[in-house]
DNA sequence: AGGGAACTGACGTTGGAGCT
DNA sequence: AGCTCCAACGTCAGTTCCCT
């Protein structure tokens, strides 16, 4: 009978994919018979008791990989599935190990021997000589005070292009005013040639003291061109020395430039400095943190706001051999365990690739919001979003042509929203006659959505034009489209309809 | 998965401006 | 002086989003 076995709920999913044998530390293993695919139950059975499962008439067992884990991950090795006696699978691995087998009966009742036994010292140290980083990754060994750790570096010239800018035009930017962009006073002033664009790759997402930055990116422009280096942990016993290096090159920068590294890579980084007992100021640093711009300018014109959601969708940019990135903690513990580093250097494209993407997500930042008009957004929704920003800046002029062009570029969808804004935007800036013409335009409009046009005509007809008949009727049609389920809404309404007559009245009676 | 800021929507409060 | 309107701001709870 074919069984699936992993561990862990991560484990379950992996294996209703691709039925790997996972093993974690405590060689429980967890059995799944497939006759229960669609209602599955799992079970965990300790090592020492799978003799007994497999006398209970258990035979078959499907095993794509049997690895010891420091902490559940999910095998990237493909192997060819295939069904075959666990005795017989377990015989095959004692060859390869060309370790004698004293029995049969003996392998299947000590699991966590034969697997030390597959995983022995010498084997990794092999692999080690055999595929060490310095071959495969362009870079070299570094040394502190506290020991060593290797740097990776990669020159990018002036004229190189990701995005639609060069690095020489993005380090010719001028200052611009990412404090409005970030709530940071600070950065009044950020100059692209006084920042450091940082960006970790670490084991996990969960934080705290278990999760540590194994490779540190670093970008920043030197000369005319832009360097990134990418210091990296070939052991856990490097990081004090990686940490050392970091913060000395982080006191030779003004600015931080981050993607969502508020909230992660920073405060990531500062437990690590706490346990290693470094001083370290790199929370108090000025940092650019270019999510929540984005957010602002992009949010609602592509699915979500993920850097490389941002890169293919708004850059027009591919990689090509990226790697998704919740594959990086386990091609790490992998690098860890083997010391083979065949597969690592992708997480060395991936995180060169992430800063280049910032570096040109800064650029498309300050074009947008310097020049909008010349940026040429390429959607209306971005116009609409760039409108809200500089109304919120209190820059109205900039504003209403933002509003203006997204109205004509928006989908219909959007349409509504943009004429509120831009009526809004009109009232407040005097110039009221444009406001109702809107009105009277959005109260024609098929994809009419609620009573705003009316509510506002309402407003404009009591206060300014004092045609408080007219006004009535417009309150009138409002109460038609309102929401009975909006009784504070209904409610002002009959409020403004009451006050109304009575003003009509006393008009009258003049 | 964990953390936490930002966002959203509903509702309440405050203060300036204009009118009677 | 007192009233009304309106916009801006504050608070709260729940939700969303991003990083590996």
Redesign the pocket.
């Known amino acids: 009978m074919p069984l699936l076995c992993g561990t862990g ?2 484990g379950r999913r992996e294996i209703e994919r691709s039925s790997p044998l996972l093993v974690k530390r405590n060689f429980k293993i967890i059995f799944k018979r497939k006759s229960e695919a669609r209602n599955p139950k799992f079970e965990t059975i300790p090592n020492d008791q799978i003799s007994n499962v497999l006398n209970k008439g258990v035979k078959r067992i499907w095993i794509l990989k049997i690895r010891i884990c420091f902490e559940f991950r999910y095998s990237d090795f493909e192997f060819e599935p295939f069904t075959m006696d666990l005795k017989e699978r377990l015989r095959q691995l004692s060859s390869i190990s060309k370790v004698p087998v004293a029995s049969i009966e003996e392998e299947t009742g000590d699991l966590k021997e034969r697997l030390d036994r597959l995983l022995r010292p010498e084997k990794v140290f092999r692999k080690r000589e055999l595929y060490p980083i310095e071959k495969l990754v362009n870079g070299k060994i570094v040394s502190a005070s506290e020991g060593e750790t290797f740097r990776a570096e990669e020159y990018f010239p002036p004229d190189f292009r990701y995005g639609e800018m060069t690095l020489s035009e993005i380090h010719n930017i001028p200052t611009y005013p990412a404090h409005l962009l ?2 940071d006073e600070r950065l009044k002033e950020i100059d692209f040639k006084k920042a450091l664009f940082l ?10 003291t278990g999760t540590l930055a194994f ?1 540190v990116g670093l970008g920043f422009f030197q000369g005319d061109g832009f360097v990134v280096q990418q210091l990296f942990m070939r052991d856990y016993s490097e990081e004090k020395a990686s940490l050392s290096i970091l913060q000395d090159i982080l006191n030779s920068y003004q600015f931080l430039v981050t ?7 920073i ?1 990531l980084l500062e437990t690590r400095m706490i346990l290693s007992r470094k001083r370290s100021q790199i929370r108090e640093m000025p940092n650019f943190d270019l ?2 711009p ?3 300018i992009w ?1 609602g014109a592509y ?8 890169e293919s969708r708004l850059l027009g940019m591919e990689r090509e051999e990226d790697i ?3 594959w ?2 386990s091609l ?1 513990f992998d690098y860890i365990q083997t010391g083979d580093a065949r597969k690592i250097h992708r ?1 060395f494209y ?2 060169r690739m ?1 800063i280049l993407t910032m570096v040109a997500l800064a650029g498309r930042i300050h074009l947008v919001y310097h020049d909008p008009q010349a940026a040429r957004p390429r959607k209306g929704v971005e116009h609409f979003s760039l409108g809200r920003l500089f109304w919120d800046h209190g820059d109205r002029e900039k504003a209403i042509p933002c509003f203006e062009i997204a109205l004509k570029r928006c989908d219909d969808e959007l349409a509504w929203e943009v004429m509120k804004w831009l009526s ?1 935007a009109f ?2 800036t005097g110039q009221g006659e444009k406001a109702h013409s809107l009105w009277h335009e959005m109260m024609e409009w098929p994809y009419r959505k609620d009573a705003y046009p009316y509510i506002e005509a ?2 404009y007809y ?2 300014r034009l004092k045609e408080f008949e007219k006004a009535i009727e417009y309150v009138d049609q409002a109460l038609t489209l309102i929401s009975f389920h ?3 809404d209904v409610e ?1 309404l009959l ?2 309809k009451k ?1 109304l007559l009575k ?1 009509k009245v ?1 008009n009258e009676s003049r």
């Open positions: 709920k991560r970030s709530g960006d970790t790759e670490t084991t996990g997402l969960s934080g705290g490779m993607f969502n590294g508020r909230h992660y890579d405060p999510l929540f984005s957010r602002k949010k699915e979500n706001c993920r850097l490389v959601t941002l998704p990135s919740e990086i903690p790490y997480v991936h995180n992430d809004m009232k407040k309402a407003k009591e206060h909006r009784e504070r002002l409020e403004r006050r003003k006393g």
